[in-house]
């Protein structure tokens, strides 16, 4: 600078003569002391100025300080710049050249930057390490690096190499600042700086071919800008350009190049472009008017000469290039092997699990929503269609932002994702399944149970048809929540479902198989109670047949009924079986339970007593006798109760007469039945109806009652005989007469006996004899009752009465009741009150 400075002001005092045009009026030396940019106290104030910086949007920030640490900052930066969210759209610049040599100057004149300007009167490095800011209006990330040779840094090249890998690493343009007296001269044209970032390119290079990248892709280019300061016109460009172009061509030739790249030239990785600008401080308004041209090269990408093109774009998206220049950093620090492909790998993948852990956490928040009203039993609506929206949504927002990064790793972590994603909803998926196949299982038992209530049901019909609607519903209820890319099913639930609903189908054909043999073993009741009933009051050698008979054709049809109805049941042929099994046993129990009800004891006996009655009481005619003391009362009392007695073992076992009618069924032992049908069954010991001990009880409860009935024809016997002789009726009459007359004679007796009369007279005249004697009778018989209880409550009256039954009415053919050692006790009849019986 200081030669320049030097150059300038001996320019100014001596102008050539193209210049003095130019600065007719310029008073250089001032000029020289204060034309200079806005001036800050230097490297002191840098993080000053850092801090200060972070706020505006046009803030500078030092990403890599004196001491080679990358800043922390930058992620804020970019967002303040907006830029964070630019994806690709945004280019990288960074200026390279001898120290203070106007880079500063020139970046802010380009791009209206406020990098630090040399303080004239310091004289001394301004720009220490790497500085960054953005270009006003426009998305580009502009750097100022520390320039080279300077004398703080001494002969250490190290930092310029460092600088020089991670402009490479970053930058689209490298703007090379020299002096046009330069031009030619090794050192003053940075061909050492050159020398070193073509180097280190190439050791890049190197690398990213291991990687399997071809030399001059995209991405691997970089455009060298050499801007020529201070021209003063007397040299045209073309022809500084070809003694730069002839100086790299050298110096390029110079390198020791790998194994396989000794015939590569500079352009395979450089494209080379060169400007001038004139003298600053002596053509100020062609150096302004200069730089406005050379602006629209960074800013109209319809120029010809426009600078960023798309073969130059590092191609790392905005969001990551603080994470990724950091970590370009650390490795050009730790000297540890730099390749591009393998940081904007270990990049891609930072930045995919930053985004897939934001995109994740708000797709957990999105669930949350429709995800905590899954409960038990309840299917919540519209789940498929949220689920998938909430994954689009985290996939959409993934994509957006991790697509820019490398693509192998973008879609590896798209995986990932989506596999996180699918994870998190499985358990929603398999709720709603489970509670689906509860709900359409238990919609299923409904219809059947509805179908079956119809009239004439076909039960195999309506299970099949309900069964295709609860599978028709499961599979689009399983479908809604189905996600595509998950690998989920529903076919395990499903085969589930089926086989609950043929549980459940089998369950109700048992009930209704059940249901069924009890209507039909209600209508074989039916059928065989009547001829029971008859039968068994009317006893006779075929009573047992008829009841068979009418029992087995009953049977017979019960068991067509069955087959008629079981072919829409479904039924299995064991099912079958069993079923008419059970109808069999059934039915003979239920013949049985009318047997018992008609033979229980109290009936029989009634049974018994008629039948006795029917032989005791009435005569052949069936006219009831009046016992007459002509009457063979004991024959035909022992006939009666003889031919009675005899029914008791018809009775007590169902054995026909004609063995065609018998009937039999298989006996069984089971213990693990479920129904007592079912269980334990021994038929032979269903034939016996009365027990030898009940019927020998039978017999003597009948022997008694007969007797009751014998004593009561030996009674009636004795009253018929013994009627008031005629000739009693004198002998009242006489004995009566005195008593007549003294009645007649006796005015109160007459008056009272004329009262009687007229009394009687009057009651007979008004119809009222029928109340009278009704009332007479009513008053009598309460009185006669009230004595006769009185009489029979008396020890005397009984013991009297005891006494006389003993001696008069002693039944000769009953011996058991004769033998009786002990003489029984006095008991009044339940039937006949008036009549008394032995116990
Ligand atoms: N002759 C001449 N001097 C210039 C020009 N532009 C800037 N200067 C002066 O050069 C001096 C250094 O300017 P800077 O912009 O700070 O240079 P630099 O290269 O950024 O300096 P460092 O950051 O310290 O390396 C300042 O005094 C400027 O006024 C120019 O076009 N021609």
Redesign the pocket.
């Known amino acids: ?1 200081d030669q ?2 030097n ?2 002001t001996e320019a100014a005092k001596n102008p050539p003569t193209e210049l003095q045009d130019v600065l007719p009026s310029v008073d250089v030396a001032t000029s020289l002391s204060t034309a ?2 806005p001036v800050v106290a230097p490297a002191a104030s840098a993080s000053t100025q850092l801090t200060s910086g972070k706020a505006g949007m046009d803030a500078k920030l030092q990403v890599v300080d004196e001491n080679q640490e990358f800043t922390k900052q930058l992620d804020g930066h970019m967002k303040d710049w907006k830029l964070a969210e630019a994806g690709f759209s945004y280019d990288v610049v960074a200026v390279f ?1 001898s ?7 020139l970046l802010n004149r380009l791009f209206g930057t406020k990098f630090d ?2 303080n ?1 009167n310091e004289r001394r ?3 220490k390490g790497i500085w960054m800011s953005k270009g006003e209006d426009m998305p580009v990330l502009v750097m ?1 690096v ?2 080279t040779d ?1 004398r703080e840094r001494g002969e250490d090249q190290d930092f310029e190499r460092k600088s020089a890998l991670f402009s490479i690493a970053v930058a689209e343009v490298l703007i090379v ?1 020299i002096w046009e007296h330069q031009v030619g001269l090794y050192q003053g044209a940075n061909m050492g700086l050159l020398k070193t970032v073509f180097e280190v390119n190439l050791a890049l290079f190197l690398a990213a071919k291991e990687k399997g990248k071809v030399a001059g892709t995209s991405q691997d280019k970089t455009l060298l800008l050499f801007v020529i ?2 021209h003063i016109g007397a040299t045209p460009l073309a022809n500084l350009q070809n003694t730069l172009t002839a100086d790299l061509n050298r110096l390029w030739d110079g390198l020791s190049k790998p194994a396989g790249l000794e015939s590569c030239v500079i352009t395979t990785f450089f494209d080379l472009a060169f400007v001038t ?1 004139p ?3 002596l053509q100020p308004e062609n ?1 302004e008017s200069e730089i406005k041209g050379l602006r629209k090269r960074f800013t109209d990408p319809e120029h010809e000469g426009y600078v960023f093109q798309p073969k130059y774009h590092k191609r790392i998206p905005a969001d990551g290039i603080s994470q990724y220049m950091g970590t370009i950093w650390d490795a050009v620090v730790t000297n540890k092997d730099l390749d591009f492909p393998t940081q904007q790998e270990l990049l891609a993948q930072f930045r995919c699990d930053e985004i897939a852990n934001v995109a994740f956490a708000a797709f957990v928040e999105a669930i949350k929503a429709f995800g905590g009203s899954a409960g038990v039993g309840k299917l919540v609506k519209g789940l498929g269609v949220s689920m998938e929206q909430a994954r689009s949504a985290a996939l959409v927002s993934f994509d957006t932002a991790a697509s820019r990064y490398h693509s192998g790793v973008y879609s590896r972590k798209r995986l990932e994702l989506l596999s996180k994603l699918n994870s998190t909803l499985s358990p929603l998926f398999l709720s709603h399944l489970k509670n689906l196949h509860k709900l359409v299982l238990k919609d299923f038992r409904k219809s059947i149970q509805d179908g079956l209530k119809a009239d004439g049901y076909d039960f195999a019909q309506v299970v099949k048809e309900t069964t295709e609607k609860a599978e028709e519903e499961f599979r689009k209820g399983a479908k809604e929540v189905t996600l595509e890319e998950t690998g989920w099913s529903s076919e395990e639930t499903e085969g589930q479902l089926r086989e609950d609903m043929v549980a459940i189908a089998d369950l109700l054909r048992v009930e209704e198989t059940k249901k069924m043999v009890m209507v039909i073993e209600r209508n074989i009741k039916k059928q065989f109670a009547e001829t029971v009933e008859l039968s068994l009051n009317k006893p006779s050698k075929e009573m047992w047949d008829k009841i068979l008979s009418t029992f087995k054709d009953a049977l017979a049809k019960a068991e067509e009924a069955y087959i008629r109805k079981a072919t829409s049941f479904n039924c299995t042929p064991t099912e079958n079986e069993e079923a008419l099994t059970s109808l069999r046993r059934r039915s003979w129990l239920a013949l049985r339970a009318k047997i018992d009800e008609q033979t229980a004891e109290s009936i029989m006996l009634v049974k018994l007593k008629l039948l006795f009655e029917d032989q005791f009481r009435y005569d052949d005619e069936g006219v009831p006798r009046v016992w007459k003391p002509e009457d063979d009362i004991d024959a035909i009392f022992k006939k009666a109760k003889e031919a009675v007695l005899a029914l008791i073992p018809l009775y007590s076992r169902i054995a026909p007469s004609d063995p065609s009618n018998s009937f039999t069924l298989p006996s069984s032992t089971s213990v693990d039945a479920t129904t007592p049908e079912e269980g334990e069954f021994d038929f032979p010991s269903t034939l016996i109806i009365l027990t030898d001990t009940k019927a020998d009880d039978l017999s003597s409860r009948f022997r008694r009652e007969a007797d009751a009935y014998y004593l009561e024809a030996k009674r009636s016997m004795v009253s018929s005989i013994s009627q008031i002789p005629v000739w009693m009726y004198g002998v009242l009459v006489l004995l009566g007469w005195n008593e007549f007359i003294a009645v007649i004679r006796s005015p109160v007796y007459f008056t009272f006996l004329l009262l009687v009369s007229a009394g009687a007279y009057v009651t007979w005249h008004l119809n009222m004899t029928g109340p009278v004697i009704a009332l007479a009778k009513g008053v009598t018989n309460e009185i006669i009752r009230t004595a006769n209880e009185q009489l029979h409550s008396t020890p005397l009256f009984r013991s009297a009465y005891v006494l006389a039954a003993e001696l008069t009415f002693v039944s000769p053919f009953d011996e058991q009741t004769t033998s009786t050692p002990n003489r029984p006790t006095l008991t009044p009849l339940v039937s006949t009150p008036s009549v008394c019986r032995y116990q």
């Open positions: 600078m320049s400075i150059i300038a200079q940019e050249g120290q203070s040599t106007g880079k500063s100057t300007v040399m004239e490095q301004t720009t100022d520390e320039g300077g600042n300061r201070d600008l003298h600053k401080l150096f």
